[in-house]
């Protein structure tokens, strides 16, 4: 069936893209006095895929300004659904389609390896087919890894603190991308730590600049490294004491106003320390382990029901007591979960290093594939948004 259905959407975009290039050399080289209105160009472009874009963009130089352009960029991103899993790494990033991942087999066999800009770099977070990396000697870089443009960050503030929080989202109020670190630092004095400060660094990458906050988040310690990004809010788990992996609620970031904000966690009068922060779908979700010797673990989804945020328990996960070493891996790394569009709707779950799937039906473990790699598994759209573009850049 899989095969079929790539197929058929193999026929199809070829189709329209040899259609596409038929119609132009209608009427730019045989007929001139006939004009294929720009509302049927435009529309037809934006249901390519973002390959077949790529070579259209050489077509004419009119059709490049065209794809190019603000609103066909952003226009594209809604209507195309294609979306990869990528696997972040130190040296090399691999890529998957999300058909892929609910195959063992074919997972192995369709990882695409690509290098990433900079050596040696973490994951900071993706939105919109961006990927936000950096390394410890604070070189950075945006890289859409789909048209491999990328675009190295310069003169960065960030500093080097003990202990460092990130995040990555988009601002759609101005079609902006942020990244955020938050540092601490200990203050001594005669030698002894009095207290923590907290700075935090905004990047905007439309501005292309950096600017340093002080005095926010005090008494506030992050403890997921990478923020998760949801519907314009970047979030971490949150507890009292830098060492204290214990959760207490949960810290959000409003993108577009720079704005903080709490939420609670949906278990209560419970050992804490077994939560994990990721998502499901498009929703923010936590994944709840009671404790160490637990074969099920809870998956909560917060919805938006007419203004009001509110938890619900989606389902529960069982599995052999043998992959607990899994799930109660650092709370410092987050999680994701994907779920396939079929009747038996079978549930992927990725975390450091991991994927493990479940059978829909049952909730139950049916096989756990190692994919290595510093950061757990991340969707990361197939787009056309050029960093260079969007920071005012030559992208040439």
Known sequence: MFLFLAFRDWIHQTFLFKFLLS??????????????PNEIIT????????????????????WHQLISSPYFVNTHLKLNGNHRVVFPGSEKYKFCSLPHLFN????????????????????????????FICNHEREMCIWNPT??????????????????????????????????????????NNGEVYSVRIVVTIYSLRSDSWKTLHDQLQGIFLINHSGKFVNGMIY??????????????????????ETWGSLEIPIRGEDHSNIKLGVVGS???????????????????????RGNMSWTKRFTIEYPQYVVLYMFSSPNFT??????????????????GF??????????????????????????????????????????
């Open 335 to 352: 999680f994701s979960i994907h779920l396939r569009q079929s009747n038996k709707g079978d549930i992927i779950l990725s975390i450091r």
């Open 104 to 131: 063992e087999e074919q997972l192995t066999q369709e990882l695409l390896h690509i290098d990433p800009p900079i050596l040696s770099s973490f994951f900071v977070g993706s939105a919109n087919g961006l990927i």
């Open 147 to 188: 048209i491999s443009k990328s675009m190295k960050l310069l003169n960065s503030p960030w500093g080097t603190s003990f202990n460092t929080k990130y995040g990555f989202g988009y601002d759609d109020s101005c079609d902006d991308y942020k990244a955020l670190f938050i540092d601490h630092y200990h203050d001594f």
């Open 43 to 62: 529309n037809i472009l934006l249901r390519l895929p973002t390959k077949s874009l790529l070579k259209c963009m050489s077509v004419s130089k009119s």
């Open 355 to 396: 994927i493990i799937l479940f059978d829909g039906s049952t909730k139950k473990l049916e096989h756990i594939a190692a994919v290595g790699g510093y950061n757990p598994a991340e969707t990361n759209a197939e787009s056309i948004v050029n960093p260079l573009t969007i920071s005012g850049k030559n992208s040439t």
């Open 236 to 257: 971490w788990i949150a507890s009292t004491g830098i060492d204290d992996d214990d959760a207490r609620n949960i810290i959000s970031f409003d993108v577009a106003n």
């Open 23 to 36: 119609w132009y050399h209608f009427i730019f080289t045989i007929n001139h006095d006939s004009i294929l």
């Open 283 to 305: 929703d923010l979700a936590v994944l709840y382990t009671c404790h160490i010797c637990a074969t099920t673990s809870d998956v909560w989804i917060l919805k938006d029901c």
